[in-house]
């Protein structure tokens, strides 16, 4: 398991004594509202230097403290664990999701086949979940077809339970919509189900389960469906195309399945031009915030806005879609995170919804 | 009882086995997060089966398990219960709100007269609760009136204590605004107040409680004030005219009054052009999906939007308004419903915040 | 302690019995999901009526209720309450936060000098919470500088735990964004660090804490940071220029770090032009309601809007800043507030995210 060096965080600053051991042995991500994760190990004296140093307004109460520990020595503490967070970053973990699916063609038919099937999926280092797959992956297999093309979309089902596949954002004939008594009986335990049909509008769209999908979807049943149009517009030029899925379900808080430090940096050179496609795909809204450099909204749910405008903060609600561009003109590795605190943030550390921007 | 044949959900794929009265025995209503909804009878053995399959996630001990259920079966079971759902739909309940309101000519004067009461609402069917409301209908009666109009609204209050109405979005004169101690005394119970003026700035907006607000607005205590402009854009021109009322009080998850599989379709024909103005009266924001075809917002707050933006998930926050234009060029039966998936479906199938549009 | 006479709600609806020694005794604030706050003491006699006038969807016990209420006498024990929170604003606290800073001049260069430092802050009358603040103000002094200034910032942290300040929003060199382990270390108890950078992008910016921050920014550390720009457009032109920061933290709902009655009103002539910088420094999203006028949207982040958009309820999220105008057109006492009515009132009356545009 080597580390990818070239995506480290700059180090000049840092004290070089922690290893990615200690950072194992140090982290622990607090239990999210919502969420089903448990704490995993810390160190036990950094932990408890941290909890004689609570404030008041923690609202628990204190443990007998036997030996007394200075403030000094809590808050360098707290300063530990923050620091070997962000020294770990990108941290290892099994299974990478949202990777690009190449389709098999038949004659000029694009056929994706997709598995719905349980596994267990690391979201950080040591923290493994129950997860509900496509093909393995949380997000599943990213799909990116081109307007007019012919996709096929098989899918088996592994599942204990029914499910059907929505293309959210795509117009499609009503047989297609996925929405099992609506449009298509659900695809029980051990059945395949195919769809079929001609890509239409262009844009930032996904799949997923439309079946117990409260549950489904936050176990992971979703991915990435991207039309590319026939005539992009000129402000859609990039030299990175980055698909950003956010969730917030059982898993956590997460970017593309994982959470920080296991979250994937963007990292570009300077001058190049990102553009970021984000999904939505959770329960809550996330304010996505960039430091350093400004995003420009050019598209929404997959559609050109007609006024393309600038911000930093970028309020992304469940089931919307953003496109922004970046314009990576200011170097340096910038934090980017969701900006409700508590969703990357707390006093052991940054966590869940945080990666960064490296611009060389 | 009769039901509205022609708004039936496509029934092509459905086994018939399931009559409504099955229904009415197999669905069960989940707890809300924040609402008071109690769980209706259920049929026994389908949740004894569901329960037998619940998941490790699910955080609950183990119900002993006298007889071994397959998952087979227990998936099957939670099949049937969304089949259920989604065949009776739309399903009967007593009263209806939102209905558009003649008003009495006093001279020039359009006068309209509301008196707020409690009464008991059917939400879902078997699903009572108790609610504040004016002229018996949750949404109060649906008010229109034209730019320049001269209104009168009268309003006696039977409720135990106080209310005024304020007139969210219409900028009326400082004491017509309707705001208790601010710029009118309350209305105590037993008294008659009238409020009266020249119908300003055109748009959709809303009349609700300004008086223990978050109690009364949540009872039921709200309704659609539309102002039709004297001289509408020609994007504004539509077939049909739809008024879409959010609401996540103490009643649960609905839309104009309703849960699922009581709310109400929207039944176009193809190639009609529908408006749908909505409004949210509730806590907390709601992405509003429409599957199979987009939404062009021309409006917000009832102010045309300078540069019309076309989505299919718009995020309604609390208070706002949005007027969005639907071309039905897609035929079909088309879920619509909150993109905050725990709103919309529970593992006893859909509930709450789902419609659907139908494109014939 | 004298009030300011000019700025109280106009009284001629009001009977003038209650004095602002009343309303002490008679408010009560209910308890935040998520805050921290105590009830402080109430009229016991006003509180034991409102209790016996309860409703069934209350869901808890009833109290055994050894003399008879009326149910008028319990609405008028409400109305009494509501009454008087609205009599005593704007009521007076000790502290004021968001007070323009003057830099001190080095050369060519304003200095801003920040001490960090724990505090006890009134948020309302007697409600008083343990804050961590800057220069002792909730939110922290408003800093102005020119677009194109150079600018010092020092800060000496007197906290008992590390610190560092990123200036949200602002396009800064990576070593001015104030993130420990990425771009400084952390700014340890008893020391101080410098920033200095030419100031970039115009537009309403924030400074707060990113250590520890969902703590440290909930306690308090956070302020404006505005850069005017060199070329301002024509719709930028105010008469009143009001920044509003709204938080939602362990100090309850705020506005510029106070809490409805202690809130403070914008108060305009008719006629004038009000630009308010609404500044999102909370974990929850504000629809923020004006009534009686609309608002005009001129930037978002600081960057302006391509198409100045209007409405009367904007939804701001998380680290967003919106800009917008008010034109005064309309003389009158206008509540303004968020319009998550739970934010905003209970039965006991206004409270939180609730003041008011006055216009003369």
Same mark, same amino acid.
Request: glycine share 8%.
């Given at each position: 398991?080597?580390?990818?060096?070239?995506?480290?965080?700059?180090?000049?600053?840092?004290?070089?004594?922690?290893?990615?051991?200690?950072?194992?042995?140090?982290?622990?991500?607090?239990?999210?509202?919502?969420?089903?994760?448990?704490?995993?190990?810390?160190?036990?004296?950094?932990?408890?230097?941290?909890?004689?140093?609570?404030?008041?307004?923690?609202?628990?109460?204190?443990?007998?403290?036997?030996?007394?520990?200075?403030?000094?020595?809590?808050?360098?503490?707290?300063?530990?664990?923050?620091?070997?967070?962000?020294?770990?970053?990108?941290?290892?973990?099994?299974?990478?999701?949202?990777?690009?699916?190449?389709?098999?063609?038949?004659?000029?038919?694009?056929?994706?086949?997709?598995?719905?099937?349980?596994?267990?999926?690391?979201?950080?280092?040591?923290?493994?979940?129950?997860?509900?797959?496509?093909?393995?992956?949380?997000?599943?297999?990213?799909?990116?077809?081109?307007?007019?093309?012919?996709?096929?979309?098989?899918?088996?089902?592994?599942?204990?339970?029914?499910?059907?596949?929505?293309?959210?954002?795509?117009?499609?004939?009503?047989?297609?919509?996925?929405?099992?008594?609506?449009?298509?009986?659900?695809?029980?335990?051990?059945?395949?189900?195919?769809?079929?049909?001609?890509?239409? !509008? &262009? /844009?930032?769209?996904?799949? $997923?389960? +439309?079946?117990?999908?409260?549950?489904?979807?936050?176990? #992971? @049943?979703? =991915?990435?469906?991207?039309?590319?149009?026939?005539?992009?517009?000129?402000?859609?030029?990039?030299?990175?195309?980055?698909?950003?899925?956010?969730?917030?379900?059982?898993?956590?808080?997460?970017?593309?399945?994982?959470?920080?430090?296991?979250?994937?940096?963007?990292?570009?050179?300077?001058?190049?031009?990102?553009?970021?496609?984000?999904?939505?795909?959770?329960?809550?809204?996330?304010?996505?915030?960039?430091?350093?450099?400004?995003?420009?909204?050019?598209?929404?749910?997959?559609?050109?806005?007609?006024?393309?405008?600038?911000?930093?903060?970028?309020?992304?609600?469940?089931?919307?879609?953003?496109?922004?561009?970046?314009?990576?003109? !200011? &170097? /340096?590795?910038?934090?980017? $995170?969701? +900006?409700?605190?508590?969703?990357?943030?707390?006093?052991? #550390? @940054?966590? =869940?919804?945080?990666?960064?921007?490296?611009?060389?």
């Amino acid at each position: 398991m080597h580390e990818n060096d070239h995506l480290k965080m700059p180090g000049a600053l840092l004290s070089k004594k922690g290893s990615r051991r200690d950072f194992l042995r140090n982290t622990a991500v607090t239990a999210l509202a919502g969420g089903a994760l448990a704490a995993c190990s810390i160190d036990e004296s950094a932990a408890q230097t941290l909890k004689a140093n609570e404030m008041d307004h923690s609202g628990g109460t204190m443990a007998p403290n036997p030996a007394p520990i200075t403030p000094a020595a809590a808050a360098d503490a707290m300063d530990r664990m923050h620091e070997a967070g962000i020294k770990s970053f990108p941290a290892k973990t099994a299974g990478k999701g949202n990777q690009l699916m190449q389709p098999r063609m038949d004659g000029a038919v694009k056929v994706y086949e997709l598995t719905a099937r349980k596994l267990r999926w690391e979201t950080a280092p040591g923290q493994t979940v129950e997860g509900w797959a496509y093909n393995d992956q949380i997000p599943g297999p990213q799909i990116r077809v081109r307007e007019g093309d012919r996709v096929r979309l098989v899918l088996k089902n592994e599942l204990p339970e029914s499910t059907a596949v929505h293309f959210h954002g795509v117009e499609l004939p009503n047989a297609q919509d996925g929405v099992p008594f609506i449009t298509q009986p659900p695809i029980k335990s051990g059945q395949t189900f195919t769809y079929e049909f001609t890509a239409p !509008n &262009p /844009g930032s769209h996904m799949y $997923h389960s +439309h079946h117990n999908a409260a549950t489904q979807v936050g176990l #992971g @049943m979703l =991915g990435a469906f991207i039309i590319e149009p026939k005539n992009p517009l000129p402000i859609e030029k990039a030299d990175i195309d980055y698909v950003l899925v956010i969730n917030d379900g059982m898993h956590g808080y997460t970017f593309n399945g994982k959470s920080f430090p296991a979250t994937e940096p963007i990292v570009a050179k300077l001058g190049q031009k990102v553009r970021i496609r984000f999904m939505n795909e959770g329960m809550m809204i996330h304010p996505m915030h960039l430091h350093g450099m400004h995003m420009t909204v050019i598209a929404k749910d997959g559609w050109n806005t007609p006024a393309p405008w600038k911000c930093d903060t970028l309020n992304v609600a469940p089931g919307e879609r953003y496109d922004v561009i970046v314009n990576c003109n !200011n &170097p /340096g590795t910038w934090a980017f $995170h969701c +900006h409700i605190l508590p969703h990357a943030e707390s006093d052991h #550390g @940054m966590f =869940g919804m945080v990666t960064a921007l490296i611009v060389k």
